[in-house]
């Protein structure tokens, strides 16, 4: 059978091209690799090589044809001693219609007609019970997420934890304190500081199975590794077709802490919380931060764990159980109320907890949510706790454009406009970088009396 | 065409200073090493000609990096691995997959973007893996393969398993900053890791003298204190006798190893590139005097192991391979749009 020659795509986006000039003459030789022409796409002049071995029997397209649609026949190889005169023969005549072209993949054919299905939705289970009559231990921040690492590690072999200052130096703000003395610097593993790479040596170890805790110094030095979190980790499941993903947590301190000033002073939850294949958690309490440390560790997902350097040194109550895990993507109700729904995540609670106490004072029964994990957002809480107060305020340290807030307003909006009595309101930080002196420090991020302005807004008092 | 005894174009060197290493003389393989290596290499061969000439048709889209020109260097280190042994590499990568024996079928489907596809369609020319073949992708960011090739050395000697991370990466991606921060923990924690340079001359457009400023790329562990040797990239026996050097070190604890392999690839960087940055004349001088298959197929004719025929005969065996493959991935359904939202997270 003599080959067809066809007009090649040379590019993601071409259609049609020119036959700018044949390198080759009817009845010459050809082997795999020759230049036969040239052709000039949108792109650039490119030239055809030759795939097959034979000799070329017919150019059916000549030089300084214009616009010849890609899979023209535009010449004829006769193979293995094929008479040449017959091998072109009825070539370059209109083909039947079905011969005419290879079947392109839909996308190429239409655009798409049928409607996209939505995303499945996946339920959450809820907090397990606390058991009547279980201790409650006043505990830190920093302590739960030492407890959380260690129990995890206790539990599973497969998991270790890297980062700057891990390891002698017990943790730059001391959240792996004790784990080298328990063990060993096989599992608790110093790095130098080099971000990127050791971001993609997790990952790469995860990948292989391993269950890494990458800790940041803070998350503003993620930015050097967020390449590898995000193209490497957050992706490889979806593009593996589901073979391979990168079980691993990636956890340390974001925010603002105290007069750190721009560079180490910003909130990545929105920017997380963009990318699908990412989990992102931010907790406010010691218990919530445990409970959901330990969740993320055995996550098989890349988990972000978002952390405050402030809130580590402040105690909640723990319960004292054995094995205390949450489910990452579930809402808590921090305080029921029915007047009005403030969400909150992380360190914006503390304003949220603060405003709640002014307004009852005022008569004003708020309901605080605190929403633990950013991705995947749990809706149902917000949207059932507006159902009940019509009324909502977000309240968030990081910069407003595309905030967290934003995003809940708009689903908020969508799904339960007939509900609200007010707009919804979104306080987050101010829209500038974060300044280093006190003053100005104080005035960028959120307040309380923000948080309580908005509610009498929203309340209209 | 190509001669069996042929020069290697790389000058053997012993540069590392602390290692005393140097590169060791090409294998002598036996018949069925040589015939082994003729039919991987031709199959890697034929399928790439087979994907340019599917894209020229419009059933691959996208991106696509062909291997052409470069088949030796997988396929000579790939004879000196053992079972567990991981890959890794960027996104000129369909070689790799075929060297790691995952299936023509599957990665031709991934090309045509269909269900039978090894990513299922989802993933494309630069995004394949297979787990039990141990081979982890397929990247498609320059030099991000290089950080978890080192992680999945970490794994090893956290799990002492003995196995070597084969992480490969071009000339391009060795400019990049976490190339140098992979290589300085892979030597800190002695971390069983090969760093294959395939060095093939061009960055996309860019010759290697203009984009680097130190070009003997064997050099780059120096720093580190990671030995480096520059291997005839185009001769299968030199790849598989450096491969066999660098698995031992690695293997005895001796932390990571370079191998430079000097090689060429004959087409674009892609299927769009014209390829203007370079002359006819030096294409077609490595085609024809320096082509890693020519090469084997010379030695076997001159050592009389095999004929003309019984040679066609494994092209013929190589390229229904290939034709079934295509055949599959032209035909074989798109993914079902519920595909759309799966794997995203478990």
Redesign the interface.
Known sequence: MPIEILMPALSPTMEEGNVSKWLKNEGDKIVAGDVLAEIETDKATMEVEAVDEGTLAKIVVPAGTEGVKVNAVIAVLAVDGEDIDKAGEGVGEEPPEAEKAAPAPAAAKSEAAAPVAAAPRTEIAADPDIPAGTEMVSTTVREALRDAMAEEMRRDEDVFVMGEEVAEYQGAYKITQGLLQEFGDRRVVDTPITEHGFAGVGVGAAMAGLKPIVEFMTFNFAMQAIDQIINSAAKTLYMSGGQMGAPIVFRGPNGAAARVAAQHSQCYAAWYSHIPGLKVVMPYTAADAKGLLKAAIRDPNPVIFLENEILYGHSFDVPKLDDFVLPIGKARIHKPGKDVSIVSFGIGMTYAVKAEAELRGMGIDAEIIDLRTIRPLDFDTIIASVKKTNRLVVVEEGFPQNSVGDHIANQVSQRAFDFLDAPVITIAGKDVPMPYAANLEKLALPNVGEVVEAVKAVTYR | MATAARKAPAKSRSDSKSSGLSAPKPADFTKDEELAAYRHMLLIRRFE??A??L?????I???CHLYIGQEAVVTGMKMALVDGD?M?TAYRDHGHMLAMELSPRGVMAEL??RRG???????GSM?????EKHF??????VG?Q???????????R?RGNNNVSLTYFGDGAANQ??V???F??AS?WKLPVIYIIENNRYAMGTSVSRSSAETDFSHRGASFKIPGIQVDGMDVRAVKSAGDLATEWCRAGNGPLILEMQTYR??GHS??D???YRS?EEVQKM?SEHDPIEQVKARLLDKKWATEDELKTVDKEVRDIVADAAEFA?NDA?PD??E???????
């Not at chain 2, 894209?55 to 059933?59: E, L, P």
């Not at chain 2, 982890?136 to 960011?141: D, K, N």
């Not at chain 2, 290089?146 to 090893?156: K, P």
């Open positions: 000609e087979k340019g000439q894209y020229g048709m419009g059933f889209g996208g991106f991981q890794i045509t973007g596809g090894l990513s299922r369609g989802k993933g995004h394949m893996f297979s787990k982890y992708g397929g990247h498609g960011i991000a290089v950080s978890l090739g080192t992680g999945l050395a970490f794994a090893n956290y900053g976490q140098y921060e992979s300085n923990m800190l004959y087409r299927m769009s014209p390829a203007k006819k085609r032209q798109e749009p519920s759309l939202w799966t794997d995203i997270v478990l």
